[in-house]
């Protein structure tokens, strides 16, 4: 599976963005997706993940009542809106594929994900 980013940019606090995470391959349905983020000098975070259905997901405390993930398995493509932004959510934003199988809230952990995208930067402006 190959994973690509894209709807990164600047922003004032306050706003939205919402990142998209293309997927290559037939597969995009059988993975549960996920969205991490890296600022410059910390450790990569766990931001959001999404089973197969898009029936279940979980959130990291910071994204939770502000960021939505989706997916549309017809387009392979999973979504995170990002609403009511904060300069603490400038990081590079990465996307991830990884096997079912687990319970949905153990998907907050990077060695679930077995395919990762290229980050997308986002920058939010105080």
């Known amino acids: 599976v190959q994973l690509q980013a894209s709807g990164g940019g600047l922003v004032q606090a306050g706003g939205s963005l919402r990142l998209s995470c293309a997927a290559s391959?037939?597969?995009?349905?059988?993975?549960?997706m996920g969205w991490f983020r890296q600022a410059p000098g910390k450790e990569r975070e766990f931001v959001a993940a999404?089973?197969?259905?898009?029936?279940?997901?979980h959130y990291a405390n910071s994204a939770k009542g502000r960021f939505t993930i989706s997916r549309d398995n017809a387009k392979n493509t999973v979504y995170l809106q990002m609403n009511s932004l904060k300069p603490e959510d400038t990081a590079a934003y990465y996307c991830?594929?990884?096997?079912?199988?687990?319970?949905?809230?153990?998907?907050?952990?990077?060695?679930?994900?077995?395919?990762w995208g290229q980050g997308t930067q986002v920058t939010v402006s105080s």
């Open positions: 991830a594929a990884g096997g079912q199988g687990y319970i949905i809230s153990s998907y907050s952990v990077a060695g679930r994900y077995d395919y």
């Open positions: 999404i089973n197969w259905n898009g029936g279940s997901t």
């Open positions: 391959g037939r597969t995009f349905s059988s993975y549960v």
